[in-house]
Structures are given as C-alpha cells and as structure tokens.
C-alpha cells in the first residue's frame, strides 16, 4: 500500500466495504491514510466487528522514531492470543489489510491531562504491561523486520546501554543531521543543539542491562481507546520494538503527562508487574528511569520543531493564526528538556514565535505574522 494516494485508498475502502457510502476518514493520525469502513457479512471480521479500519502509510513523511518491524499489521497478527484487547487484523489480499475498529472514545477525550486513571484503566494498564514482557524476542522472529537504523538491523542482545545509544544515534543522524539544511537555523535560534546529544550518550554506558521485549513504543491517550463497556485497548503499533522494557514506561510517562503523584504511582505498579511477569525487567529502574526520560524530553524537541514547522504549513504561506499555540507547546517541550539540552535559559513565547517567523519568512512574503 506504500506511495498509495489518499483517493487510491478512499477507492480500496469502498471495494472492501461494498461502496463509499458510511467511509469515514481520512482520521487523524501522521504516519498513516486511514478510513473507517462498514463490513459487509461476508468479511472474515463482520461477526465481531461492526466497522474495519484500512490504514496505507502516507508518501513521504518523516520517521522520527526508530522502527524494528516492517508492517504493524502483520506483527498484530502474530500478537492475537497473546496481547489482550488488540485490534483483531486479516489479511484480505496480498499486503492488503484490514483491522478490526475499536468502536468508543480515545483515552484522550475520556479524561483530560493531569488525572488520575480510572481504578478499571489502571487494572488493564497493568495486564498490558506484564503482557508485553511476556513477549520474548524469538517469538516475533517470523514477523518482518525493517531496516531503519541506517542499514543494520536492531539488535538483540538485552544491552540495555547499546539500546539507548542506537536511539540517541537515530535521533542525531536521522532527525537532526537528515535535516539540519532546512531547520538548522531554527534549532538554533531555540538554543538546540546537537551537541545535547553527546551528554545522554554519557549517561547511557551507566544503565543497567535488563532482558529485551516488545515494546508498544507509544502508549498516549490517543492510542488508548475506551469501548462501550469502559474497557481500555491498545492501538497503532506502528512504533513497535524489541529492546528494553524500561524505555516503555519512560515514554508512557513522557506521553501521557500523569501528575507528579500519579506517575510515580504507575511507575511502582509497572515495576511490579514486570518483576512478577519476567524476573530482571525492572532491575535498577528507579535509577535508570531519569536517563531514559531525559532522552525522551530531548527527543520530543527534536521531533516537535520540525512537526510543527511542517504543520504550519508551506514557507510562502504558512498559518500564522495557528503560530502562537504552536509556540506554546514548543516553549512547553523546551522547558521540560532544559535540563538535558543544557539551556541557560527557556524561550519566552515571544522569542520562539519570532524564530519560528523568522524561518518562515523568505525574501519578498508579505504575510503578516501575529503579536506574540
């Protein structure tokens, strides 16, 4: 389905689903053109599924995540049984497939930021983490690899300090270095540097090795869907790894903004589960979790700044009304990365509104950019 356009797509979900009428998308989502579809009878998931979700990688997007498996789909084929609440998937002609759609609201319009988690949620969160350690790296051996880590497949080999290193290196070569040309200039006026990198490099040779897993790679609340009946699945494996069980409890605290009480709740609850489900997942993590986090935060200005330059829009015509609350979640991601992006100071908004005009602004625009 890679390099489909999205009316290539639109017409695969209308043959699937016996015409266009009752296709619901595109949906929201960067890596993907995805549509929602009614099931006709005769579909192998029309018994237990009311609607199928047909997903098509969209052309030329950038990857800002290092990957381990070439289709989500296939690796959500061989985790049936294995992981509970999981969009059942089929293939329906060769690499053609379709997934199960998961009918309620995302995690994210259920509760807002900041909350605690339902006592149900928590419980299934739970269940979802000792199930992934479960997952041990030969079982996926059928599931195809993706080689995108330039050029050498990832390695498994329950080298904890490798794993984040190899990270840290995709994060330099393929974020920052792949398109320092076209926003250098805007990293650098926000005070990101490279450099920054280096310093996590260092504190990686400090972690303790702990036995490698699947990793789900983005456990957000938009990826949490809650069903009709308040219960909580897994979506979008499209990030999915192998490597250590830590960096998922370090990106799900990244993503979903617990308060301070409540993530170290998880955080104890996570530990217990995988301690209990594979002896050694947790081995020193309270230790090993703050460099891991500090990866994450580094990461997130990294990717943030060249997403939202990309989702303002074209250079000679960019949404300077949109400029402003952009800024106020670049300023918000540069200041939880302070630390290890060794920043004397964080950017006012004003100041990263201005850079972000400044980047935008080619000889001869006369668009106006907003007061910050």
């Not at 006709?40 to 009311?50: F, I, K, M, V, W």
């Amino acid at each position: 389905m890679a390099g489909h356009t999205a009316s290539e797509v639109h017409r695969q979900a209308a043959e699937l689903s016996g015409g266009a009428r009752g296709i619901v998308g595109p949906l929201k989502g960067y890596h993907h053109e995805t549509y929602a579809l009614p099931l006709p009878e005769e579909n192998l998931l029309s018994a237990r599924y009311a609607r199928g979700k047909l997903r098509a990688p969209r052309p030329g997007v950038l990857w800002f995540d290092r990957r381990c498996f070439t289709s989500e789909d296939r690796l959500l084929m061989a985790l049936q049984g294995r992981i509970d609440r999981i969009p059942e998937t089929v293939e329906v002609a060769e690499n053609v497939f379709l997934q199960g759609f998961i009918e309620g609201r995302t995690l994210a319009r259920w509760q807002l930021p900041g909350r605690s988690l339902a006592a149900g949620h928590v419980l299934q969160l739970r269940r979802l983490f000792r199930e992934l350690v479960t997952i041990k790296v030969d079982e996926l051996k059928d599931v195809p690899r993706t080689c995108e880590t330039h050029g050498q497949r990832p390695a498994c080999d329950d080298d904890s300090t490798a794993f984040l290193s190899r990270l840290i290196d995709f994060t330099g070569q393929r974020v920052y270095d792949d398109n320092a040309e076209q926003y250098g200039t805007l990293f650098e006026e926000l005070g990101v540097r490279r450099e920054a990198l280096a310093g996590l490099g260092d504190s990686a040779t400090l972690l303790t090795s702990r036995p490698f897993t699947l990793i789900h790679g983005d456990l957000h609340r938009h990826n949490f869907i809650v069903d009709t009946a308040g219960a909580l699945w897994t979506i979008d494996w499209e990030l999915a790894m192998i490597g250590d069980p830590l960096y998922e409890l370090a990106t799900h605290l990244h993503l979903m903004r617990y308060s301070p009480r409540e993530e170290a709740r998880i955080a104890e609850l996570w530990a217990q589960e995988v301690e209990a489900a594979r002896p050694g997942s947790s081995a020193s993590w309270q230790q090993d979790l703050p460099r891991l986090l500090a990866y994450k935060r580094t990461q997130s200005v990294f990717t943030d700044v060249i997403r939202t330059a990309e989702a303002l829009g074209p250079r000679t015509d960019p949404n300077w009304r949109a400029l402003p609350r952009a800024a106020w979640k670049i300023r918000r991601a540069l200041a939880a990365a302070r630390d290890p992006l060794e920043l004397k100071s964080v950017p006012t908004l004003r100041q990263v509104v201005s850079a972000y005009t400044r980047w935008f602004r080619l000889p001869g625009d006369q668009s106006a950019p907003p007061r910050a």
